[in-house]
């Protein structure tokens, strides 16, 4: 079963209510660590060094120049699941009904998922005549949608582009799919949206903090929805 974007907001919620110790309690498990072999080691000077092999470790694999076939090949399926997400955030984001901090995560998720917030979002929310949005222009329809929520569902990806290396020092690609948006509005629906839309996707290098360090690392991204 595929772990969906709302299940990790409520937990990521949920966490931060009831999971943090109090001010007064120190985290008894701040200097715990568990070995391959399922042993807890709970002296400081070990786990910190369990800690350093460990981010080392990360480092190396995302530091690399350049993407071998497989790691492009994971990134392709990990900016499908991007495409994914944002119509379920999307979903979480357009529910009246929901905590407006729990929206407000889902807002940011969104923009997160793209490489830029002024990429160009060819999705009209208005079911009027379709223009040049950008997200923070997609977002703004999406504040203010007269919908009790929004249906959105996205199937048939093609990957009509493998990731390939450019001359920016990033790596670009095209992904296709079919999808359709539903406004529901006192129990009625409308149609607002049902095209094959057309997506960048990018991997290129950002700043990942590893404890008191960042390192440049691979990640993917979103691009302009045509």
């Not at 309690?25 to 369990?50: F, G, K, M």
């Not at 020092?169 to 409308?190: A, P, R």
Request: aromatic letters at 10%; hydrophobic letters at 40%.
């Amino acid at each position: 079963m595929r772990i969906k974007p709302e299940h990790i907001l409520f937990l990521m919620l949920g966490l931060l209510i009831l999971g943090s110790p109090n001010c007064s309690e120190p985290d008894p498990w701040e200097n715990a660590c568990i070995q391959d072999d399922e042993q807890l080691i709970a002296d400081y000077n070990e786990v910190d060094r369990i800690r350093s092999e460990m981010v080392q470790s990360f480092e190396k694999e995302f530091e690399i120049e350049k993407l071998d076939e497989i790691k492009l090949n994971a990134f392709e399926e990990r900016a499908i699941e991007k495409i994914r997400d944002f119509g379920e955030y999307v979903m979480i984001y357009s529910r009246q009904d929901y905590d407006s901090a729990f929206r407000s995560q889902a807002g940011e998720m969104i923009f997160d998922l793209f490489i830029d917030n002024n990429a160009g979002i060819n999705i009209d929310l208005t079911n009027g005549k379709s223009e040049e949005l950008t997200l923070y222009g997609f977002m703004e329809q999406l504040d203010s949608c007269k919908y009790d929520e929004l249906i959105v569902s996205s199937q048939d990806f093609v990957l009509e582009t493998p990731l390939h290396f450019s001359r920016d020092s990033l790596y670009k690609g095209e992904v296709t799919y079919y999808d359709k948006i539903i406004g529901i509005n006192s129990g009625d629906s409308l149609l607002i949206h049902s095209a094959t839309n057309r997506v960048e996707i990018i991997a290129k290098k950002v700043n990942k903090n590893f404890g008191d360090r960042s390192n440049l690392i691979w990640k993917v991204f979103l691009g302009n929805i045509n």
